[in-house]
Structure formats: structure tokens, C-alpha cells
């Protein structure tokens, strides 16, 4: 361009350029499917200023990638790749708060949400009749056809108990598409969870009634490409927020599990013991030692398994992370030791003695495995 040209032509103003809509969309194996959501959105946004912030939690099949390549040929995209992460909700909140337009939508990339809704809600939100615009599944004109029975049955569930246990008014509070006004969003995103798969009904549960919200009702149809990630597991990060927001965040499901986990360990020391010492007649001494490994390694594997499913720790790093939970639990036993005694000195009460020492136990072994075995990388 010359000169002349260049100066002849009016150049827009940035903040004329600045998107009015960023619409959030996690990934997690997604490849087949992004470029496909790309066009559904420039024909559906088409004389709109939008922008699209893809999440990805370093993808193993490379979404991060598509999208990249995607995004140098229209600067509308956007790319967050997350390293050493796993989780939608956390996904969804960093996307939202990476972007800067007044109202966000957030949807899957799987092409299961009804993309050619979203001008209806961005004009519920625009007029102000409303400040979160979901869209249901659950009201007149919805459907979730999509799935089986037992997704069906599964759902329902959950919603009924969301709605019974944090008064949720709306009827679709699982439903993973909506959007919202930007500055309401920030205003409760600090309480927000980053765990699981629930951020529409945390949000709605945070807000405590304050959002007026507006339901839209779109049919959840058929993932194009790919496999859903929602396992039987999500039902445990669904009890967790449950338990997260009628507690006020007093109390961590991880913290109830490891304790869990702790109780099923002493009664696998106990199993161990008995059969070592009855039945193979090794010495009290070994077999109390023996009863402790075995009961520390079934607790490992089951912590990583359960209670640190979403840092869940593979390959090398287990026999690494065993090891370093070895010291850890045994620097807790002395801990556990200590307490009681010092209990018992002061009041001779066995059971209140013992009980102080084992949570002082749980409660170190507890704060040191978080922070040296299932650390955040
Ligand atoms: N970044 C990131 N990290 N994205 C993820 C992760 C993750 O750990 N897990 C899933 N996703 C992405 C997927 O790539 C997809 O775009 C979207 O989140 C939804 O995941 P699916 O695996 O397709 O979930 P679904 O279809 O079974 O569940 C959907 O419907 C539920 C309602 O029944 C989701 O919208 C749920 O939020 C919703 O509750
Ligand atoms: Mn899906």
C-alpha cells in the first residue's frame, strides 16, 4: 500500500475493532472438531465483532496445534494452551478471564451445543432483560436426545439434588453452554472452583439468586468427532462442589477422601499383620513393618487413583512419588506419635490421646503430600 493510500483511507479506531463477544471453548482431544466450530461461528457471527479463546489442556493429539495454525489466518482466534493441567471448569474460567469483551459465551467444541443460538442470547444480554442467558435442555424446545438412558437417568439425578441441595432455580443448571456478562462474571469468579466439569451451576450457586438469568431452550445434539471425557468419576467432582458450596469451602472433598483412603489403609495394616503373623508366622516386629509398606503403598494407589485423579501421577513419576510418600508418612507417624503422647502426658484419656495423634497424622501427611508428591507442575 502507499503512502498516498495509505493515509487516504480511514483507519479504524481500535476500540471500534475490540470484540463485543468472546466465545470460551475447552478442548481436550479435539482435532477433528475445531476448524468445523470455526466455521459454524463466522457464519452464524457473521457482522458481529467476536472473538473465539480456545482452551486446551495440551491436548495428546495436538488440538493446540489446529488451532494455532487456524489462528494464523485470522487474528479472531485465540490460543490458551495449558501445560500440566486437566480440567473443564478451570479451562473455562482462565478462558473467560483471558478475554476481555463484555459478554462471554462458553461452549463445547464437540458441535453438541446449538451454535446459532448464540446472537439470541448475545440480544438477551445486550438488552439487559438478562445478565446470565443459559442454554437448557430442560425447558420447552429442548432436548437431549443424544443420549442414552442411563446419561439420561444419571443427569436428572444430579440436576434434582443440585437443585434440592443449592437452591438452583433454573432448569438446566449442568448444561455446559451459556453466556454472561463479563463484569458479573468477575465479581464471583474468585469464589469460583476450578475443579470439575460443573462451572454453570457453581456460578449460578455462587451468585446466590443475584444474576437474573434467562433460559434458552436448544436440542444437546450428537458429538461430531471424538470421545466424550466425562467418566464415572465426575460424579465425585460433582459431590465435591456440592459439599465446597453448602460448606462455604469449609470442607475439601480431597481433605474427606485422603481421610478415607487413611481409614481403609489402617484396615489394610491390620489384614496385612494378621496374615503375615498368624498365618505365615513371621515375628511381630517384621510383620508390623510389612503391615505398614503394604498399607502405605495400597493408600498411594489409591490417593492417585481417587482423591488426585485430575494430577494423577504416571509412569516414572509413580515409583518417584511412592518413595517420596514413604518419608512423608513416616515423618507422619512420628508426628502421630508425638501428639499422643504429649495428649496423654497432659490427660491420661487413651482414646482422646490416640484420636488427636492419628489427625495430626492425617492432617501432615495430608499438607506434605500436596505439596511434595501431588504437587502442581
Ligand atoms: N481444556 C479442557 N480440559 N477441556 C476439556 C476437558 C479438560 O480437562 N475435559 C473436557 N473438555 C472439553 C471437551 O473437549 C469438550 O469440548 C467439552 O469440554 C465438553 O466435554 P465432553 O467430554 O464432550 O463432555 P460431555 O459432552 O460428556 O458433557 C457435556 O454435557 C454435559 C451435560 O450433560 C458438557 O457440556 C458438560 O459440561 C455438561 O455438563
Ligand atoms: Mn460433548
Not at 489442556?57 to 494455532?68: A, E, I, K, L, M
Not at 517384621?286 to 504416571?314: I, P, W
Request: proline fraction near 4%.
Amino acid at each position: 500500500m502507499n503512502e498516498a493510500l495509505r493515509t487516504a483511507l480511514p483507519t479504524p479506531s481500535p476500540a471500534a475493532l475490540a470484540p463485543q463477544l468472546s466465545v470460551v471453548v475447552p478442548t481436550f482431544n479435539e482435532r477433528d472438531n475445531v476448524v468445523t466450530l470455526f466455521e459454524r461461528l463466522k457464519t452464524t457471527l457473521a457482522g458481529l465483532s467476536w472473538e473465539v479463546v480456545f482452551v486446551d489442556d495440551n491436548s495428546p493429539d495436538d488440538t493446540w496445534q489446529v488451532v494455532r495454525d487456524l489462528a494464523q489466518q485470522d487474528p479472531r482466534i485465540r490460543c490458551l494452551r495449558r501445560i500440566g493441567r486437566r480440567g473443564l471448569s478451570g479451562a473455562c474460567i482462565e478462558g473467560i478471564l483471558a478475554s476481555s469483551a463484555p459478554y462471554v459465551a462458553v461452549m463445547d467444541a464437540d458441535l453438541q451445543h446449538d451454535e446459532t443460538q448464540l446472537p439470541k442470547m448475545l440480544g438477551l444480554l445486550r438488552s439487559g432483560e438478562a445478565e446470565l442467558v443459559v442454554g437448557s435442555r430442560y425447558i420447552e424446545g429442548g432436548s437431549a436426545d443424544s443420549f442414552n438412558r442411563q446419561r439420561r437417568g444419571v443427569s436428572e439425578f444430579a440436576t434434582l439434588i443440585a437443585k434440592r441441595l443449592l437452591r438452583v432455580a433454573i432448569a438446566d443448571p449442568m448444561s455446559g453452554f451459556f453466556m454472561v456478562r463479563r463484569d458479573r462474571f468477575e465479581q464471583i469468579a474468585p469464589q469460583l472452583s476450578v475443579h470439575g466439569f460443573k462451572i454453570l451451576l457453581d456460578i449460578v450457586a455462587t451468585a446466590r439468586g443475584s444474576l437474573r438469568t434467562v433460559e434458552v431452550p436448544f436440542k444437546f445434539g450428537s458429538r461430531l468427532a471424538g470421545e466424550s471425557k466425562l467418566d464415572s468419576m465426575v460424579a465425585l467432582d460433582f459431590l465435591g462442589l456440592i459439599l465446597a458450596k453448602l460448606t462455604g469451602d469449609a470442607v475439601s472433598l480431597r481433605f474427606l477422601l485422603f481421610a478415607l483412603v487413611g481409614s481403609v489403609g489402617l484396615f489394610v495394616h491390620l489384614l496385612t499383620l494378621d496374615v503375615a503373623f498368624n498365618v505365615f508366622d513371621v515375628p511381630f516386629t517384621e510383620a508390623h513393618v510389612l503391615g505398614a509398606v503394604v498399607a502405605m503403598t495400597s493408600n498411594f494407589l489409591l490417593n492417585n487413583f481417587l482423591t488426585y485423579r485430575d494430577q494423577r501421577l504416571k509412569g516414572f513419576a509413580i515409583l518417584s512419588g511412592l518413595l517420596v510418600f514413604y518419608l512423608v508418612c513416616s515423618v507422619g507417624l512420628l508426628a502421630n506419635v508425638g501428639v499422643a503422647f504429649s495428649v496423654y502426658d497432659q490427660r491420661p484419656i487413651w482414646w482422646l490421646a490416640g484420636a488427636a495423634g492419628a489427625l495430626m497424622g492425617v492432617v501432615w501427611n495430608y499438607a506434605m503430600s500436596g505439596v511434595f508428591v501431588w504437587r502442581k507442575r
